[in-house]
Nanobody, 124 residues
Framework: QVQLVESGGGLVQAGGSLRLSCTAS????????AGWFRQTPGKEREFVAA????????NYVDSVMGRFTISRDNAKNTVYLQMNTLKPEDTAVYYC?????????????????WGQGTQVTVSS
């Protein structure tokens, strides 16, 4: 069982930056693909970014390309999401997730482990 804890959310003005962190309870977190998703009330959970175990494979949703960067530090069992040039439409609860293989990474139901989420609010 992998427990994930997100942190780093908050309130920021449009154009600002935030860095989300997701720390895993297990040292074997390096064996897992990690993803970030977000969700707003009444909408389905949306894929944001994913990173493979080694960090060599990365995917982003088009709407965050060039603004967000996913990275990981396996020695710290932590995955990051650096979010720059934030827009009001980025406002959501952001979730970290983990799964074993790097395939269908945009599909939330393929992930086995989820964090509790962290709120990101971008004011205009």
């Amino acid at each position: 069982q992998v427990q994930l804890v997100e942190s780093g959310g908050g309130l920021v003005q449009a154009g600002g930056s935030l860095r989300l962190s997701c720390t895993a309870s297990q040292r074997t977190f390096s064996w897992y693909t990690a993803g970030w998703f977000r969700q707003t009330p009444g909408k389905e959970r949306e894929f944001v970014a994913a990173i493979s175990m080694s960090g060599r494979s990365i995917n982003y949703v088009d709407s965050v390309m060039g603004r967000f960067t996913i990275s990981r530090d396996n020695a710290k069992n932590t995955v990051y999401l650096q979010m720059n040039t934030l827009k009001p439409e980025d406002t959501a609860v952001y979730y970290c997730a983990a799964r074993s293989a790097y395939e269908q990474v945009v599909v939330p139901t393929t992930y086995n482990y989820w964090g509790q989420g962290t709120q990101v609010t971008v004011s205009s």
